[in-house]
T-cell receptor
């Protein structure tokens, strides 16, 4: 079993749609969690940290369920510029990256 | 904000040559830097952890004699791919935690290496 698993997608959604990504992790000792965004052929960029109580940043909402070892990212009112690969990242003693979920927003 | 600068952004070299990649933290001190590699359509894979003033820690399966890491100062870590071969062609990215080991990473802009 992979340490961090994500649905690879692609998710093709129209502008304005709401889309949700899921991620599961295998190590219950994981300490911190993040979502990164990676554009094609570019470096990853931090989108947001994920807190146990859930957190929101504008159109983005992240949630963590430690009991189920599950992380989610919700994007509301999708924009064309949201098209990218979203990486779920889990920190145990090092950062482990998921393979990413590809999002394509179309007009 | 914190910036990690990586150079060069792209390298094309012949098989058998060595390539050096530099990673600098521009406005913070990085006692630790991480080197990742990403093949097309795959996730970032940690290669090694670079520690200022001490030896790097390599992940399983990564040859330390092939991927030489030097972290001589608090703002500079280098990765040298020695005797590069076509299978070493990949996207190499350095990163550093800004606030501590559990903080998110800031990444360099990556180096795309093509070995012909």
């Amino acid at each position: 079993r992979k340490e961090v698993e994500q649905d690879p997608g692609p998710f093709n959604v129209p502008e304005g749609a709401t889309v949700a990504f899921n991620c599961t992790y295998s190590n219950s000792a994981s300490q911190s969690f993040f979502w990164y965004r990676q554009d094609c052929r570019k470096e990853p960029k931090l989108l947001m940290s994920v807190y146990s109580s859930g957190n929101e940043d504008g159109r983005f909402t992240a949630q963590l369920n430690r009991a189920s070892q599950y992380i989610s990212l919700l994007i509301r009112d999708s924009k064309l510029s949201d098209s990218a690969t979203y990486l779920c990242v889990v920190n145990t003693d090092k950062l482990i990256f998921g393979t990413g979920t590809r999002l394509q927003v179309f007009p | 904000g914190a910036v990690v600068s990586q150079h060069p952004s792209r390298v094309i070299c012949k098989s058998g040559t060595s390539v050096k990649i530099e990673c600098r933290s521009l406005d913070f001190q990085a006692t630790t830097m991480f080197w990742y590699r990403q093949f097309p359509k795959q996730s970032l894979m940690l290669m090694a952890t670079s520690n200022e003033g001490s030896k790097a820690t390599y992940e399983q399966g990564v040859e330390k004699d092939k991927f030489l890491i030097n972290h001589a100062s608090l703002t500079l870590s280098t990765l040298t791919v020695t005797s590069a071969h076509p299978e070493d062609s990949s996207f190499y990215i350095c990163s550093a935690p800004v606030r501590g080991n559990n903080s998110p990473l800031h990444f360099g802009n990556g180096t795309r290496l093509t070995v012909t």
